[in-house]
């Protein structure tokens, strides 16, 4: 009768779990995808790599450069990535497509001009993702390179309480400007080091929040991220968050050369059951994203290989 009872709890236990996992979305970022976009070998290499590995969404990098050599705002010229777009979604079942910048002026100007430009979903862009490290001292400080090129330019004083103004600032022009559109835009935040009074108004203007988790194995990972994921828990927040695995060598990158992506992610999953129940119950983590593809793709080869 004891066998019969522990081997039920054990299939409950088991059944949770998978649909736990089963339900999570993987994204992937995109590095060097001014060199990818355009060759079709490329293209399909990498959206293969994304099929097999189960990534739902892609955030792009490099936008920029590809808008210097295509224009991205011309609708004249911009096929070549609403071709890539909907071949992602249509024939390697990508649901969401993001693009990533430091700065509103750069959405306003011309991701949100190319999405304007386009008739169909399948070629627009989904996820508007701002990426700007307000924290880094090195970067907003006199001299840095944000305070050089945003803080100054805005008048808005250099130093971590101006480069917050100006971050928050331009998640609220994200946040207008994916209003009222047919097309869903989501506002996703890249952050890595905040404070309880920062992120909780950094939730107010944002759909999604990638917490960075650096480590060298997925229970590290847990552990750097902890205090930030207790700063979200105190202030009673259901925003969806996706926690950030970087994949260079130095942190998860050499771990992922022996061990799968689902074993890294319940992995980090039951050290936050062990360290601190009431994150997993209570936080709205909707999954794992991977930063970035070209330094990912080397330690999944690695493993694939030896594996097989």
């Known amino acids: 009768m004891i066998f019969f009872v522990e081997k039920k709890l054990f299939l409950i236990v088991f059944l949770l779990t998978s649909c736990f996992f089963y339900g999570l979305e993987r994204t992937l970022y995109v590095d060097n995808f001014n060199d990818i976009l355009g060759s079709p070998l490329k293209e399909d290499k990498l959206l293969l790599f994304a099929q097999k590995n189960n990534f739902k969404v892609l955030i792009l990098y490099e936008l920029n450069k590809v808008h210097k050599r295509i224009s991205l705002s011309d609708p004249r010229n911009n096929n070549i990535l609403s071709e890539f ?110 404070t309880q009074p920062e992120i909780a108004e950094i939730t107010k203007y944002c759909d999604r929040l990638t917490i960075i ?15 930030n994921l207790d700063y979200i828990f105190n202030i009673n927040s259901k925003i969806k968050t996706n926690i950030l695995f970087s994949t260079i060598m130095n942190d998860l990158g050499y771990w992922l050369k022996f061990d799968s992506l689902d074993k890294g992610e319940k992995l980090f999953f039951n050290e936050m059951s062990n360290k601190d129940i009431k994150l997993k119950n209570n936080l709205n983590v909707v999954g794992f994203t991977y930063q970035a593809y070209s330094s990912l793709e080397k330690s999944i080869s690695y493993y694939s290989y030896n594996n097989n």
């Open 85 to 194: 777009i909907n071949k992602a979604k249509q024939k390697y079942q990508i649901k969401k497509i993001g693009a990533s910048g430091e700065a509103a002026d750069f959405f306003v100007k011309i991701i949100n001009v190319y999405n304007n430009s386009r008739q169909k979903s399948s070629e627009k862009f989904d996820i508007y993702n701002l990426e700007y490290e307000y924290w880094s001292s090195n970067a907003s400080n006199i001299d840095g390179y944000y305070c050089v090129n945003y803080l100054e330019e805005n008048n808005i004083p250099c130093g971590r309480e101006g480069s917050f103004k100006f971050f928050v600032n331009n998640l609220k022009q994200l946040k207008n400007l994916s209003k009222g559109k047919p097309h869903k835009v989501e506002v996703d935040a890249y952050v890595g080091y905040y």
């Open 213 to 227: 988790a650096l480590g060298k194995d997925p229970k590290i990972c847990f552990n750097s991220a902890k205090k």
